[in-house]
């Protein structure tokens, strides 16, 4: 059963940084590119970034340019969003997904390619 599982977020301060993991089972981890998205309450699902199934490729959209880092370890089945600088309005469930039709070093940021999703994981920017 393919599985996406978010953990990493909770509670950080302005300015502050926090490391998000997304754990893969049930598929070819490999074979997949990896999209990070976000949704806060009442408004749309922004997407922040892709990793190419083969890690060498990136796309990073502008929402958090500059403050965002995105990683992953095949053999670990996982991938990693790191954010620095956070802000308020960083508030959200952000949310990792699989996209298995793109391969190699590209990734591409259509929701429409990401057929397997996470449940997600709260972060909460605040003093």
């Known amino acids: 059963q393919l599985q996406l599982v978010e953990s990493g977020g909770g509670l950080q301060q302005p300015g502050g940084s926090l490391r998000l993991s997304c754990v893969a089972s049930?598929?070819?981890?490999?074979?997949?590119?990896i999209g990070w998205f976000r949704q806060a309450p009442g408004q749309e699902r922004e997407g922040l970034g892709c990793?190419?199934?083969?890690?060498?490729?990136?796309t990073i959209e502008d929402i958090m340019r500059g403050r965002i880092t995105i990683t992953r370890d095949n053999g670990k089945g996982t991938a990693y969003l790191e954010m620095s600088g956070l802000k308020p309005e960083d508030t959200a469930v952000y949310y990792c997904a699989a996209d298995g039709s793109t391969y190699g070093n590209i990734c591409r940021m259509w929701p429409g390619f990401f057929d397997s999703w996470g449940q997600g994981t709260q972060v909460t920017v605040s003093s």
């Open positions: 049930g598929f070819r981890f490999d074979d997949s590119a």
């Open positions: 990793i190419s199934a083969n890690g060498l490729g990136t």
